[in-house]
């Protein structure tokens, strides 16, 4: 099965068990009465019918849940201003963003990419790494938009992350010095301010969260329509696939002078 159609599956199938759980028959209260019930009884009733229905469901978002897609060697810890995991899930969102860029009647090319810091909800573990964890990892449905900004907005973008002493980027190197920047480059070379990039990033980043209004001022802007989790979960299947191991290194691209 392929994995976005496994996404689908899944969420559908915690919709219809969300729906089924919310079914009560309405009541009206036409009178009251208190008395004191111990506390150990069990005063509610479970629906047998019920759960026989859903019970199947739960099973399979389980099973589903459970697939590892992923190995790997080390723990990413997420951390400021760099880490394992802030740059490794940047890396994949710049890689899938150009994936996506080169075949677009636009032409796009993104430079560099950036996914905020708090979007990142928990680690991932060495070894086994599960659809699960994914969705513990990234439980909103974020997409991915590509984005074309001037330097100036991205000179912008800098002073937000160093103030905020760090956070997930990709395809740049920048230095904080007392919570402004110092060095800021684009693939290894300078900013230039009239100059347009094309960035990748999310949809709730481009629209002025977590207080990047920057991005606001793009010149253009693609929505890709594909969820973030499923981009991500889709690029570690293949690798995984491939028999690749998961193994980043800290490289310098966000320090501290």
């Known amino acids: ?21 919310s079914c009560k028959t309405k009541l009206i209260v036409t009178d009251f009465k208190a008395e004191n019930i111990a506390n150990y009884q069990n005063i509610s009733t479970t629906d047998s019918s019920l759960l026989a229905f859903v019970n199947p469901y739960s099973t399979e978002i389980n099973r589903e849940m459970q697939t590892v897609i992923a190995i790997s060697d080390v723990e990413l810890v997420k951390k400021k201003p760099e880490s394992l995991l802030t740059n490794y899930m940047a890396d994949i969102l710049l890689y899938e963003g150009q994936i996506y860029a080169s075949k677009h009647q636009a032409h796009p090319i993104p430079e560099l990419a950036y996914l905020n ?56 190197t920048l230095t904080i010095k007392d919570g402004k920047p110092g060095l800021f480059l684009i693939n290894n070379k300078p900013v230039q301010n009239n100059k347009e990039y094309w ?12 207080n990047m209004t920057m991005f606001g001022n793009r010149t253009m802007f693609i929505n890709t329509g594909i969820k973030l989790r499923d981009c991500f979960i889709n690029h ?22």
Do not use: C, W
């Open 117 to 172: 810091y708090g979007g990142l909800r928990t680690d991932l573990p060495r070894g086994k790494i599960t659809v699960g964890k994914i969705f513990e990892l990234m439980p909103f449905e974020n997409e991915m938009v590509l984005l074309r900004l001037k330097g100036d907005d991205l000179n912008a973008m800098a002073r937000m992350i160093a103030a905020k002493g760090g956070d997930s980027v990709a395809g740049i």
């Open 199 to 210: 960035i990748v990033t999310n949809d709730y980043v481009a629209n002025g969260g977590d």
């Open 236 to 257: 570690l299947q293949r690798d995984y696939d491939a028999g690749k191991i998961i193994s980043p290194k800290l490289d310098g691209r966000i320090s501290h002078e």
């Open 1 to 21: 099965m392929r994995i976005d159609n496994r996404m689908h599956k899944i969420i559908y199938l915690i919709a219809i068990i969300s729906v089924l759980s």
